[in-house]
């Protein structure tokens, strides 16, 4: 019975990759701000900071040839305009998607200006373009009509048509960030308030001759850093997103401990409704992190199937470019 549990998730998922009337989603993160590119590409705009960061997620890793695993790299680099009042933003991201005969891979480039409007407000503009593939090993699919008396031939003739093994296009979005930048010293707490759109020209992706587009996909976020005493900070967050008619809102907290002034512990997490509860750690000291989420499932598909387990690990680096020799944590850094 657990087998065929797990054979039911895996064809499920290429049905819904394979299906021209469903459509596609992309993927959602437990540690979001570790892909900040794919989640709002102005957001490079809140910090002083170059960064790079590297992340891999194992969804359903308890399913035997089921993983859905994605690996990401993002790069961001800041460079100060007008006496470092204003910035330019640039930035990078790749990442790779596995489930299965399915591979989507997606490189994207951002480009973003961040203008300080007054003392402690400032806006953030950015745009990002990219390319996307996707792949599809048909050579290993299998389909219903192949079981014949419950049992499976590859040499089973099968009316599904698969015409490609290839779909490619480019891939345009947009981000804007408002966010306030005030010292611990001069507020008791920042916020940022953005809203993000992707998708824009609404690809064609379908590996058949029918109509299936990659939906829009816009993002609405915000988000409160309250200075705590002792450097016990609080950062309560809300996503919103849609894409394709669906909705999802994801609600997080982290709590940050600074143990130096160089380093910090920060616990947290997410709940999104009808998916998950994330759990997650990380540890930062002198610019180097790394975190561990664990997702719990909360939907009527962890319900019906064990195993649906998902770890989620990043591991960055990041140094203040506004003053290279400084680590700095008092101001704009919403990062879990």
């Known amino acids: 019975m657990k087998k065929i549990y797990k054979i039911t998730?895996?064809?499920t998922a290429i049905v819904v990759m394979l299906t021209t009337d469903i459509y596609a989603q992309d993927v959602r993160y437990s540690q979001p701000f570790s892909?900040?590119?794919t989640l709002n590409p102005a957001l490079g705009g809140m910090n002083n900071d170059l960064k790079v960061i590297l992340n891999h997620r194992i969804q359903w890793a308890?399913?035997?040839?089921?993983?859905?695993?994605?690996s990401s790299f993002t790069g961001l680099y800041p460079v100060f305009l007008g006496g470092g009042e204003n910035k330019m933003d640039f930035g990078l991201n790749a990442v790779m998607e596995n489930v299965g005969a399915y591979q989507n891979f997606y490189v994207?480039?951002?480009?973003?200006?961040?203008?300080?409007?007054?003392?402690s407000n400032n806006l953030s503009f950015s745009v990002t373009g990219g390319y996307?593939?996707?792949?599809?090993?048909?050579?290993?699919l299998t389909f219903d009509d192949?079981?014949?008396?419950?049992?499976y031939s590859p040499s089973n003739p099968t009316n599904e048509t698969v015409l490609y093994d290839k779909k490619s296009y480019p891939d345009v979005g947009f981000g804007i960030l408002w966010h306030s930048s005030l010292s611990r010293a001069e507020s008791k707490l920042n916020g940022y308030l953005g809203v993000s759109g992707y998708h824009l020209t609404m690809p064609k992706e379908s590996f058949t001759d029918e109509t299936g587009v990659l939906e829009r996909r816009f993002s609405y976020l915000g988000g409160i850093k309250i200075f705590g005493e002792n450097k016990v900070d609080f950062t309560p967050n809300v996503i919103v997103t849609t894409q394709g008619g669906a909705y999802e809102t994801s609600a997080g907290l982290y709590v940050d401990f600074a143990f130096s002034s160089y380093g910090k512990l920060t616990l947290?997490?997410?709940?999104?409704q009808d998916d998950a509860i994330a759990c997650l750690v990380?540890?930062?000291?002198?610019?180097?992190?790394?975190?561990?989420?664990?997702?719990?499932p909360n939907s009527g598909l962890g319900n019906s199937i064990t195993g649906l387990n998902t770890h989620e690990i990043s591991l960055f680096f990041r140094m203040n470019m506004k003053d290279r020799n400084s680590y700095d944590d008092d101001e704009e850094d919403y990062d879990e």
């Not at 994207?108 to 003392?119: D, F, M, R, V």
């Not at 996307?132 to 290993?140: F, P, T, Y």
């Not at 947290?268 to 999104?272: I, K, L, T, V």
Request: no cysteine.
């Open 108 to 119: 994207s480039a951002a480009i973003g200006y961040s203008l300080k409007i007054s003392e």
């Open 9 to 11: 998730v895996l064809m």
């Open 282 to 296: 990380n540890f930062e000291y002198s610019g180097f992190g790394i975190g561990y989420s664990y997702d719990i």
């Open 268 to 272: 947290g997490g997410w709940y999104r």
């Open 35 to 37: 892909n900040p590119l």
């Open 146 to 151: 192949q079981y014949v008396l419950g049992s």
């Open 62 to 70: 308890g399913l035997t040839g089921g993983d859905f695993t994605t």
């Open 132 to 140: 996307i593939q996707k792949s599809l090993d048909i050579g290993s």
